[in-house]
């Protein structure tokens, strides 16, 4: 079947390529010429449509840009334009260079704790911004989560999203995605921020686990375990779950709103606390009988700057990076630039919680000068061609996140097989990183 033909132009964007089509509309890459930018476009196809459910269509497309335009944060994709094209509706918006979460987990495959504390404190940083501007998403799923190649996540389409004082999304709207839509919604009752907090405890879920949370394929095949069953317990799917994160989920997932956390800040403070102290996977042998792997090398020593970079994104998301080398380059040991980083973190008792975390972690080693570490210009002598093929494998396995990955594991790394085991902790399943590491450039 041939391929539907795309405009030259809509409006001033010149267009050029598809990224996504559904029945009801599509989604192009376009450049604006005005600003010389690459913008995402996304076109209804209203005219499909006919009076009232034409009217109300469109009417909830505009409160997509209405509703994101209120939410200036760097975790929610912008809105640039609003406009029509031959009378349908597109918004011009924020082009995400990544993927969505739902292509990362497809396949059922689990992710590593840490990393998926790391997405959904993102997810819940730009939930707290739409909740404080009245803006309730209601359709919080792994689709709707992208991950960029520079490490951000962004969430988007708020096209069924309630606004504080609009009458447009009516109670008893079953509108939302069944297998993480909160009981209340499924019920058609009016719903608040902590349906969106539901919503995102089912995709953390989804992430640790691997399964739904509710399974099934329609509104009615996820109602009755929704509405009447609590999901299985984390440890069920996820035995080396430490307590203190199944019962975080079983708050996030409780059937009553009253029961779950009470806004995205306290959700990613208790997230903070139930991930603390878990460290990444390492690649393991292959069990007996399995498939031949080869011999594992010892775990390589993680550097104390990298355990305060991980520990601050807990708090703070992938700007931890950046702020750690900054305050690396003014203080001169490893206490002085806990304390410098620890200002990043407005709530004072998640600042004292990070402080005791890392000192507890790193101990004596906070008295080493910072200035005394071997400098990465000394210890990588890695060519470009080798770190090529390091993202070019890596992302075989977990998507275009390796690029970021790469990026940041280098620093690290004291040669290209160092860097290679390191990069290895980041793939799930022990098959997979035994490939992984088969595909390390001979010595």
Request: aromatic share 6%.
């Amino acid at each position: 079947m041939a391929q539907p033909s795309i405009p030259a132009r809509i409006g001033r964007y010149v267009i050029q390529s598809t990224i996504g089509r559904g029945a009801m509309g599509v989604i192009y890459r376009a450049h604006d010429p005005l600003i010389d930018r690459t913008v995402a476009l996304k076109l209804v196809r209203a005219d499909l449509l006919e009076g009232d459910e034409r009217r109300g269509f469109v009417e909830r497309f505009q409160r997509e840009a209405q509703a994101a335009g209120r939410c200036a944060h760097a975790n929610i994709v912008a809105i640039y334009d609003y406009a029509l094209h031959e009378d349908n509706p597109y918004i011009a918006m924020e082009f995400i260079d990544g993927s969505s979460l739902a292509q990362v987990i497809q396949g059922s495959r689990r992710t590593p704790v840490d990393r998926a504390a790391w997405i959904v404190h993102q997810v819940l940083a730009a939930l707290g911004c739409a909740h404080g501007h009245g803006v309730v998403h209601r359709d919080i799923k792994p689709a709707n989560v992208l991950l960029a190649i520079d490490g951000h996540v962004k969430v988007t389409d708020f096209g069924i999203s309630r606004l504080g004082g609009s009458s447009l999304t009516q109670t008893g709207a079953l509108i939302g995605t069944p297998n993480y839509m909160s009981p209340e919604q499924r019920r058609g009752e009016a719903v608040d921020a902590r349906s969106d907090l539901f919503s995102t405890g089912a995709v953390l879920y989804e992430l640790l686990t691997g399964v739904l949370p509710f399974a099934g394929r329609s509104f009615y095949e996820v109602a009755d375990p929704m509405l009447f069953a609590a999901p299985a317990p984390l440890s069920q799917h996820l035995p080396e779950a430490p307590p203190a994160l199944s019962s975080f989920m079983s708050i996030a997932l409780a059937r009553d709103p009253s029961q779950r956390f009470e806004s995205a800040l306290r959700m990613s403070a208790a997230l903070a606390d139930a991930v603390r102290g878990i460290e990444p996977p390492r690649p393991v042998a292959a069990p007996a009988g399995g498939p031949a792997a080869m011999p594992p090398a010892p775990a390589p020593a993680v550097s104390p700057v990298a355990e305060i970079e991980r520990k601050l994104a807990y708090y703070v998301g992938p700007i931890a990076r950046f702020l750690v080398r900054n305050a690396g380059n003014k203080t001169s040991s490893l206490d002085e630039l806990c304390q410098s980083v620890a200002a990043s973190i407005e709530r004072a008792d998640l600042r004292d919680a990070f402080l005791r975390d890392v000192r507890g972690l790193l101990g004596a080693g906070l008295a080493t000068q910072v200035a005394n570490a071997p400098t990465t210009a000394a210890k990588l002598p890695i060519i470009q061609a080798d770190l090529d093929r390091a993202q070019a494998d890596l992302t075989r396995y977990i998507g275009p996140i390796a690029r970021v990955l790469v990026r940041r594991e280098l620093d690290a790394s004291a040669n290209l097989d160092d860097l290679w085991q390191r990069l290895a902790t980041h793939i799930e399943r022990p098959a997979d990183r035994a490939a992984f590491l088969r595909g390390r450039p001979p010595r």
